[in-house]
Antibody
Framework: QVQLVQSGAEVKKPGASVKVSCKAS????????IHWVRQAPGKGLEWMGIINSSSGSTNYAQMLQGRVTMTRDTSTSTVYMDLSSLRPEDTAVYFC???????????WGQGTLVAVSS | QSVLTQPPSASGTPGQRVTISCSGS????????VNWYQQLPGTAPKVLIYNNDQRPSGVPGRFSGSKSGTSASLAISGLQSEDEADYYCVAWDDSLNGHVVFGGGTKLTVL
């Protein structure tokens, strides 16, 4: 069965970086894109960006340009989301989700809480 | 604020019909399909409606979606207590090299 398993919760100080992983299984990894979506406490869903698991090409949300980097390792079917210069407002649950160059997200990771606090 | 506009809250009693609206623009809803997601507390979102009006297998027929111009709506008929959740519309936006835009979410309360 299709699964996306994310890395565990992180606590970071402002200005630090965080790298969240998303390991895919149960399907051909390179046939799908992976999107990252985050949700601040009590807030709505915010799209962060997309990575083509085959080519590695990316497209990031404008408001995160320069701070977010998405990469993939096809040998381990894992996608990584790196967010730098962390601010308290980056505190959120970060989800990876499988999709295409569209908004049909059929499988989701369990979510990773990233807390940013001094 | 979100690119797609949803009412922040909606409510209904069991058995009632409730609709949730989602308003966008020509670069998103006006030119791309709309999908709807349901998010129960503490869980990841789940796709409820895709391609404007299609239900994935396993989603009850009580849920339906529609789109007209730059707006879309989700309807839930025969409201049940387990429908109490947050609902989000989402669409691809063709501006800025293409990106995904979400609605702000609607919290549905079953009275």
């Amino acid at each position: 069965q299709v699964q996306l398993v994310q890395s565990g919760a992180e606590v970071k100080k402002p200005g630090a970086s965080v790298k969240v992983s998303c390991k895919a299984s149960g399907y051909k990894f390179t046939s799908y894109f992976i999107h990252w979506v985050r949700q601040a406490p009590g807030k709505g869903l915010e799209w962060m960006g997309i990575i083509n698991s085959s080519s590695g090409s990316t497209n990031y949300a404008q408001m995160l340009q320069g701070r977010v980097t998405m990469t993939r390792d096809t040998s381990t079917s894992t996608v990584y989301m790196d967010l730098s210069s962390l601010r308290p407002e980056d505190t959120a649950v970060y989800f990876c989700t499988r999709g295409g160059q569209n908004t049909f997200f059929d499988y989701w990771g369990q979510g990773t809480l990233v807390a940013v606090s001094s | 604020q979100s690119v797609l506009t949803q009412p922040p809250s909606a409510s209904g009693t069991p058995g009632q019909r409730v609709t949730i609206s989602c308003s966008g623009s020509s670069s998103n809803i006006g030119s791309n399909v709309v999908n709807w997601y349901q998010q129960l507390p503490g869980t990841a979102p789940k796709v409820l409606i895709y391609n404007n009006d299609q239900r994935p297998s396993g989603v009850p027929g009580r849920f339906s979606g529609s789109k007209s111009g730059t707006s879309a709506s989700l309807a839930i008929s025969g409201l049940q207590s387990e429908d109490e959740a947050d609902y989000y519309c989402v669409a691809w936006d063709d501006s800025l090299n293409g990106h995904v835009v979400f609605g702000g979410g609607t919290k549905l309360t079953v009275l």
